[in-house]
């Protein structure tokens, strides 16, 4: 019994062996440290200048400027009518103007897109040669609810849910399709910018 707790008390007594890294143990876990904070650098100058170039997130988005009235007047002479080019008031922002030819349903059409000032978009597609089927697909296949007046004009108002709505009508001897995600409010400028150009 004695001699069991001696050994007990033998294995107490004996002193706590402290782990020692060699030299080469030490250099490896050295170098992993390093590695790590060397990676981190890295990785630190990869995003920095990427953080820097897009700038801060709260500012203004710069759109480029498009010269509806100069891609109007070269489209002109194919058009065979003055496409519109409309004076919007401030806030409004044209983000591109295109003359549409060759496209498989045929029907050659101008081609006009704004950011409004709710951050909204809205378009015009205007064609001397419109036809039911053209105008089905561009306000696609909405049904029509009723009408809106903008410009002196009476426009046909294509509109359900989950789909863009539109405006449709006759402005000088074109047929004009207004759609997009913004208000009516901001329909109506765009659609009597339109009506004020004549369509002619």
């Known amino acids: 019994m004695s001699s069991t707790h001696e050994d007990a008390q033998a294995q107490t007594d004996q002193p706590v062996v402290k ?11 050295t170098a992993s440290v390093t590695g790590m904070i060397m990676a981190l ?7 920095v200048p990427i953080w820097l170039i897009s700038g801060n997130s709260g500012t203004q988005v710069q759109r480029p400027s498009v010269n509806v009235s100069a891609i109007a ?5 194919v058009a065979g009518f003055s496409p519109a080019a409309p004076s919007l008031p401030a806030g409004y922002s044209a ?15 101008w ?14 597609e205007q064609t001397a ?3 039911p ?12 609810t009723g009408t809106r007046s903008a410009g002196g004009v009476t426009w046909t108002l294509y509109d359900k ?3 863009e709505k539109s405006y449709v009508g006759k402005v000088g001897k074109t047929t004009v399709i207004v759609s997009g995600s913004a208000s009516f409010t901001e329909f109506d400028v765009v659609a009597a910018g339109v009506a004020a150009t004549g369509g002619n």
């Open 95 to 109: 983000n591109y103007a295109r003359w549409m030819s060759g496209s498989s349903d045929g029907v050659n059409h």
């Open 73 to 77: 007047a070269d489209a002109k002479g």
């Open 133 to 144: 089927t053209w105008i089905t697909q561009q306000v696609n296949q909405a049904p029509v």
């Open 41 to 47: 650098a890295v990785s630190l100058l990869a995003i």
């Open 161 to 163: 849910p989950g789909v």
């Open 19 to 29: 782990p020692v890294l060699t030299p080469g143990a030490a250099k490896r876990a």
């Open 129 to 131: 040669s419109a036809n």
């Open 111 to 124: 081609d006009v897109g704004w950011v409004t000032p709710q951050q909204q978009f809205v378009s015009i």
